[in-house]
């Protein structure tokens, strides 16, 4: 889930494995969410969105699911590898441009080989 | 390889003096955003601009600006460096429409002390 201190919470897997990354956002206005990967030292990297008309999209490994009742998103990344160790946050957006775009703190993840 | 490019990758900046981050980005995109990254406290929008010509504040503008004089470019200006500005740098574009993908620079490391 999303950081609520200084530390970013951490899951650990192994290679493999799936991976399965939470974040409840908070407006109910939101229509739009975008997941994104930041590798140490890089700028935020985008996956996946999401727009509120849809429950689940998938890509390439990835997949987001969209819970409107509670709020909640998730990010499914399956046979995860040690490059997808990195940070790993939700953002939500309403209405069009991104100066509304708000930000989750974080997870951080760490893939053992 | 097309994308956005800050400068400088770090800077160290004695208190008081001005300070200019430089951003550049050959997409063509007609958005453009400063945000700035701190442990804790995630993603936070500075300063933005729609189109070139235009900009406007974000969630923490105090002792920023910003101009938009083309689309390429959109330097981030610290008149006056504090402490509390120690952070990292985001610059990033898109297209300007609500479900694109925001695209972002490296970063730039910025220690006032």
């Known amino acids: 889930g999303e950081s609520v201190g200084l530390h970013l919470p951490t899951l650990s897997v192994q290679e493999g494995d799936n991976s399965i990354i939470n974040c409840a956002y908070s407006?109910?206005?939101?229509?739009?969410f975008i997941w994104y990967k930041q590798e140490s030292g890089k700028g935020p990297q985008f996956i996946i969105d999401?727009?509120?008309?849809?429950d689940k999209r998938q890509g390439q490994r990835v997949t987001v699911l969209l819970n409107k009742t509670v709020k909640h998103l998730s990010l499914q990344i399956a046979a995860t590898q040690p490059g997808d160790s990195a940070v790993y946050f939700c953002?939500?957006?309403?209405?069009?441009?991104?100066?509304?775009?708000?930000f989750g703190k974080g997870t951080m993840l760490l893939v053992s080989p | 390889i097309a994308g956005i490019t800050q400068a400088p990758t770090s800077q160290i900046l004695a208190a008081g003096r001005r300070m200019t981050l430089r951003c550049t980005q050959d997409?063509?995109?007609?958005?453009m955003y400063w945000y700035r990254q701190d442990l804790g406290l995630g993603l936070r929008l500075i300063h933005y601009?729609?189109?070139?010509?235009?900009?406007g504040k974000g969630e923490v503008p105090d002792g920023y600006s910003v101009s938009r004089a083309n689309t390429d470019d959109f330097p981030l200006t610290l008149a006056s460096a504090v402490p509390s500005q120690t952070s990292v740098y985001f610059c990033?574009?898109?297209?300007?429409?609500?479900?694109?993908?925001?695209?972002f620079g490296n970063g730039t490391r910025l220690t006032v002390t």
């Open positions: 990033a574009s898109s297209t300007g429409q609500g479900d694109s993908p925001l695209h």
């Open positions: 407006n109910s206005a939101s229509d739009y």
């Open positions: 999401i727009r509120s008309n849809m």
């Open positions: 953002a939500e957006n309403r209405g069009s441009g991104y100066s509304t775009l708000t």
């Open positions: 997409m063509r995109h007609n958005a």
């Open positions: 601009s729609n189109t070139a010509g235009t900009t």
